[in-house]
């Protein structure tokens, strides 16, 4: 494949949100996000606190598409979502979303405001021998994952600063670990993860031989893990990337690379809808503020934890 990536057009901003944390280079929205305290780190992947301000009738579609499971407080907003077991909507409330193998629709109205946590593959098995399978692309109360949904509404303070309330979410997720014994992640889960993330052109075949691991092995802990098979897994890395550099949140450095893990045009757009729902030049025309500040997110863990940047430091896009 000797197809080099081509300049792509400033991606579509939405006029009426004013994200508390600033836009990029690009105008498109910031969170504030932040690796989680050493200690969490073999559970949690990341923090992020996102405040934005709308008309109280605004209305907005989008959607996201996580490889993870997601602890999601939702402080402020009116939310809809469509998830494997249909349509959602509920107001102030303390949520876990499984891992996506799509897109899933998500709207909000009015202002929002949300407190995350992006749990790493193999927390949930470890912490609770939760059958990720059975949650990948649904919604379910907080308290799948230990936590109690009123206590942790509780725990922000209107008017406290994003990072304390990461504190305060660190917290509570500490003494959660505790109770339900800390036990980590299988290790295979962890280089999976961290394979997904650097290069996620790598064949199975290849991980598996330079992991020393049986490749069936390797299918069985991967579908526990992650809620899907090791393939699926790499795949859905790659269209994640390629739709950071399509918003703009990505290292524009890697702009070829990214578009040299796809044959050819057709199967970049083939696969992209697949994962989306939409062409990448439609993903590129479409506002898409949730599913950006999503990918924003992915993309700073993604650079920290291969120290192409230092934690917390300047991103590419900022």
């Known amino acids: 494949m000797n197809r080099k990536s081509t300049p792509v057009a400033a991606p579509a ?14 105008g498109q929205p910031l969170s504030f996000n932040r690796a989680p305290a050493a200690d969490l780190a073999p559970w949690i992947g990341r923090f992020y606190v996102t405040v934005v301000d709308a008309p109280d009738d605004y209305a907005l579609q989008c959607g996201l598409l996580n490889d993870t499971s997601c602890i999601r407080i939702q402080l402020r907003g009116d939310w809809t979502a469509q998830t494997r077991d249909g349509g959602i909507a509920v107001g102030r409330s303390a949520l876990f979303f499984g891992p996506n193998t799509r897109r899933m629709p998500i709207g909000v109205k009015g202002p929002f405001s949300s407190v995350g946590v992006v749990l790493r593959p193999g ?11 059975d949650l990948v692309d649904r919604i379910t109360p907080i308290e799948t994952v230990g936590l109690a949904s009123e206590k942790s509404l509780g725990l922000f303070t209107p008017d406290a600063s994003p990072e304390d309330w990461c504190v305060a979410m660190e917290e509570a997720l500490r003494a959660m670990i505790a109770r339900q014994g800390g036990h980590e992640p299988d290790p295979v889960t962890a280089r999976f993860e961290a394979a997904a993330l650097a290069d996620p052109a790598i064949l199975v075949a290849d991980f598996v031989e330079q992991s020393g691991i049986e490749q069936r092995r390797l ?3 991967v579908r ?4 899907i098979t090791p393939k699926h897994v790499l795949r859905r890395a790659r269209a994640l990337d390629m739709a950071s550099h399509l918003r703009g949140v990505a290292d524009e450095a890697e702009a070829e690379t990214l578009a040299l893990r796809y044959y050819d045009q057709s199967h970049l757009i083939r696969e992209f809808t697949a994962m989306f729902g939409m062409s990448p030049r439609q993903f590129i025309n479409t506002p898409q503020p949730l599913m950006t500040l999503s990918l924003e997110n992915r993309q700073s863990r993604r650079l920290e934890m291969s120290e192409r940047i230092a934690p917390g430091g300047l991103r590419p896009w900022q």
């Open 224 to 227: 526990r893990d992650f809620g």
């Open 123 to 133: 927390a949930c098995h470890a912490l609770f021998r939760i059958a990720v399978p």
């Open 13 to 26: 901003v939405d006029p009426a949100i004013a994200p508390a944390n600033g836009v990029t280079r690009k």
């Open 219 to 221: 299918e069985r802990i």
